[in-house]
């Protein structure tokens, strides 16, 4: 079977697809097994590591001060970087990030800043003299497709799990002192989940895959995943097409609803990481 | 620093709010203090020639040819290693030793006094190359020639050691993807503080082995690679200002320290040969039914074709 799947790879993978199972046995709207855990690194101020089947996240979130843009003297930064690291595939190389990388890093940050999560107004400390800025660096372990929805449970983990350190600010002297002892939790309304998908064109139909394995992706003829439709507790926060086979309008909207669905689960899991993560 | 377009930027005068809090400005002898718990052992428990345990799992990363994450308490290593691959580039003449690149890469949230830059800094590279000199003379380079053999390492959490952590996560790395060596190798870290020798350091303590004193005490950091039969030091790593004689002592108690993590990397690897081979075995198995079942078709059908 092996030998098969590296010498015939389309062949392969249409005969596994024509009789309504996936190469690795699930349905077509099954997702993989997620394990997440929240504040693992200790030297990050918060952090969360995903696994969604064979594909790992860590994010990072790091806490500096500065002062604000003069023209938007009352917001704080947010800045989010998403890292996909040579070392978790052969298809990412050293160097500065790929096109592709900067593509997964621009989507999650759109979804992010449009879903409106945080407001940029509580990470201000003193107007137009001190606000926060939180650094989410989120690196990829181990590539296996669905990039982007790892990314953004990941990154809404670290984010749900922050707490500010209490800052005191001299106007006068303008001196800053910081008391790491006493926390406030970060507000943190919504929760953006996205959901990826691969369409592929089978003879009679296309068929739309949820949470595609990276060969699934390839097979799929996108870089990446083809559709990804992402839910902030009933509401939409952006859809994003690239490439792939078309879908009827039908078929969007069941995949719109099968997203949905999906959404109010991976809620849940956050919801019940964060939960066992405070009650330890 | 030139802006980097590539990625999303913050403010340029950012600082982390660690310099502000009430514990950032101490000086060198309440740091000192701070190392020891109230019976004169370090501050957690151990002795001063006692290392971490280590942690180690192989095969994490399935992408990877050979992968390996190794554990010393709070420093946290994952490394990976890919199939050798055509060099390309430069001119294209033929050589007969393969190529390794090694690259080490913190994470930006890795450190525990500042954010790290996203692009490689020169602290990464010098890391890189120290790393590369200690692996390379144990793989047997003329097996793959002309072509070139990548391992990349992310450095996670660092809590001290993370040098010798990387280079221990990439000899498992390397025997997990079958590559020809001569032997396995460790190493390990240790510092020097006012003239106490602390193996395996933690971050506060190579913190403040690298800090300059008034008075002429030894201080510094020392990492050993070494081949374990061949008893082959691929890698001293000096920083610091030690006498030669403290040298030798450091040197002693590392070759000790390494030899210690031998027993734990052969039963890992005898370990991994053995579930390989059950893996292998159920595959075979699976192949051969297949195949029956396949050549049991083949025979229907010619049957069915002669009877038409």
């Known amino acids: 079977m092996e030998e098969y799947k590296v010498l015939q790879p389309f062949k392969y993978f249409n005969d596994h697809i024509s009789v309504n199972v996936r190469p690795d046995g699930r349905k077509f709207d099954q997702q993989r097994s997620i394990k997440l855990n929240a504040n693992s690194v200790n030297t990050a101020d918060a952090s969360s590591l995903i696994k969604c089947g064979k594909t790992s996240v860590v994010c990072g979130i790091s806490l500096e001060l500065a002062t604000p843009k003069a023209e938007e003297p009352d917001n704080g930064f947010l800045v989010t970087n998403v890292e996909l690291l040579p070392l978790c595939s052969s298809k990412f190389k050293p160097g500065p990030p790929s096109d592709y990388a900067q593509v997964v890093n621009n989507t999650v940050n759109d979804i992010l800043k449009n879903s409106k999560c945080i407001d940029l107004k509580d990470l201000c400390i003193v107007s137009d003299k001190l606000a926060w800025v939180l650094y989410c660096d989120i690196a990829c372990l181990e590539y296996d497709g669905s990039i982007i929805d790892a990314c953004l449970a990941t990154l809404m983990t670290s984010l749900k799990t922050l707490s500010l350190p209490h800052v005191i600010y001299d106007i006068e002297t303008e001196e800053i002192k910081v008391d790491v002892n006493i926390r406030h939790p970060l507000k943190v309304t919504g929760l953006p989940v996205a959901t990826s998908f691969v369409i592929y064109q089978s003879p009679d139909s296309n068929v739309a895959l949820m949470d595609p394995t990276s060969f699934e992706e390839e097979m799929c003829g996108g870089n990446g995943a083809n559709l990804v439709v992402c839910w902030n507790q009933g509401l939409l926060c952006g859809i994003h097409k690239f490439g792939g086979a078309t879908l009827g309008t039908d078929g969007h909207k069941k995949l719109l609803n099968v997203a949905k669905e999906r959404s109010k689960t991976i809620e849940e899991v956050i919801n019940t990481c964060i939960a066992n993560e405070t009650s330890e | ?308």
């Open chain 2, 1 to 308: 620093m030139p802006l980097d377009y590539r990625r999303f930027n913050g403010p340029e005068d950012s600082v982390s709010y660690k310099q502000f809090s009430t514990n950032f400005t101490r000086s060198y002898d309440e740091l000192f203090k701070g190392l020891f718990d109230e019976n004169g052992k370090r501050i957690d428990g151990r002795e001063f020639t006692e290392a971490r345990p280590l942690y180690t799992k192989t095969n994490v990363i399935s992408q990877a040819k050979g992968s390996a994450y190794v554990e010393l308490k709070n420093t946290k290593v994952v490394c990976s290693v890919f199939d050798p691959r055509e060099i390309v580039g430069h001119q294209n003449e033929y050589s007969i030793y393969g190529q390794i690149y090694c690259e080490v890469k913190f994470a930006p949230f890795s450190c525990p006094r500042r954010r790290r830059g996203l692009a490689p800094d020169t602290d990464e590279r010098a890391l890189s190359a120290n790393f590369k000199t200690a692996i390379q003379t144990a793989i047997q380079s003329t097996k793959f020639r002309n072509f070139q053999m990548d391992v990349f390492v992310y450095i996670l959490e660092h809590d001290g050691a993370c040098l010798a952590a990387a280079i221990n996560a990439a000899c498992l790395a390397l025997t997990d993807a079958v590559v020809p060596m001569m032997d396995i190798f460790s190493a390990r870290t240790a510092a020097v503080i006012n003239n106490q020798i602390f193996v395996d350091p933690t971050e506060a303590e190579e913190n403040l082995a690298l800090m300059p004193t008034d008075n002429e005490t030894n201080h510094g950091i020392i990492t050993l690679t070494v081949i374990d039969h061949l008893r082959n030091i691929t890698d001293l790593q000096q920083i610091g200002s030690i006498d030669a004689d403290c040298l030798i002592k450091v040197i002693d108690i590392l070759l000790e320290e390494c030899a210690k993590l031998m027993p734990l990397f052969k039963d890992l690897i005898i370990d991994n040969v053995f579930e390989q081979y059950k893996e292998h075995q159920v595959y075979l198995s699976i192949k051969k039914q297949v195949n029956e079942e396949l050549s049991n078709k083949v025979k229907e059908w010619t049957l069915i074709v002669k009877d038409k």
